[in-house]
Nanobody
Framework: EVQLAESGGGLVQPGGSLRLSCAAS????????MKWVRQAPGKGPEWVSG????????YYADSVKGRFTISRDNAKNTLYLQMNSLKLEDTAVYVC???????RGQGTQVTVSS
């Protein structure tokens, strides 16, 4: 059974940091490009960041560039998103997924609030 399980979300003050993790199982994680997408209340999904299967190429939305860092550990079948300098507008459910969206997790809530 394919599973993508996100963790690490929570409530944080503006300017704070969180590290999201996405544990993958049931498929060959190291063969897939991966991505993080988010969905804020009342808004459509927004692509946040992507990483190629080997981890050597990363991509970011302009809204998070310089603040977020995507990474992966293929030995641990885990995808990460380090989020620094968080802003109110980063509040959303963060979902990890394979690059083409074949597999996706349920998401983890990130709330940035003072």
């Amino acid at each position: 059974e394919v599973q993508l399980a996100e963790s690490g979300g929570g409530l944080v003050q503006p300017g704070g940091s969180l590290r999201l993790s996405c544990a993958a199982s049931g498929f060959t994680f190291g063969s897939y490009d991966m991505k993080w997408v988010r969905q804020a209340p009342g808004k459509g999904p927004e692509w946040v960041s992507g990483i190629n299967s080997g981890g050597g190429r990363t991509y970011y939305a302009d809204s998070v560039k310089g603040r977020f860092t995507i990474s992966r550990d293929n030995a641990k079948n885990t995808l990460y998103l380090q989020m620094n300098s968080l802003k109110l507008e980063d509040t959303a459910v963060y979902v990890c997924a394979t690059g083409a969206g074949k597999y996706r997790g349920q998401g983890t809530q990130v709330t940035v609030s003072s």
